[in-house]
């Protein structure tokens, strides 16, 4: 139905930035809201940021401030800017589109997550 990937993670030092990027791809879909998530080892996945078709954004209290959620016109790629990342941002992001496919109840796909690491 939809199929979600993400991309850009990697290894950066404290302070330093890193892009991930999530793209849908399916067919006869629409995206409607797009939201990050993190999941360390041991712990819960947790919210990081989210945004809506018209542009409306939320973000977790950790990251506001360094973290910046955005998306392209089309809605199937969603960006995540994290800026000033610190060893505690450490984990593996996934990336969840909504989307409604034709034929199909709305419903929830997730990407298989890309991993993020930061050394102090």
């Known amino acids: 139905q939809v199929q979600v990937m993400e991309s850009g993670g990697g290894l950066v030092q404290a302070g330093g930035s890193l892009r991930l990027s999530c793209d849908a791809s399916?067919?006869?879909?629409?995206?409607?809201?797009s939201a990050w998530y993190r999941q360390q080892p041991g712990k819960q996945r947790e919210l990081v940021a989210s945004?809506?078709?018209?542009?409306?954004?939320n973000y977790a209290d950790s990251v506001k401030g360094r973290f910046t959620i955005a998306r392209d016109n089309s809605g199937n790629t969603v960006y995540l800017q994290m800026n000033n990342l610190k060893p505690e941002d450490t984990a593996t992001y996934y990336c969840?589109?909504?989307?409604?496919?034709?034929?199909?109840?709305?419903?929830?796909?997730w990407g298989q997550g890309t991993q993020v690491t930061v050394s102090a």
């Open positions: 399916g067919r006869s879909f629409v995206v409607f809201a």
């Open positions: 945004i809506t078709s018209r542009g409306i954004t």
């Open positions: 969840k589109a909504e989307a409604f496919v034709s034929g199909f109840p709305p419903g929830d796909y």
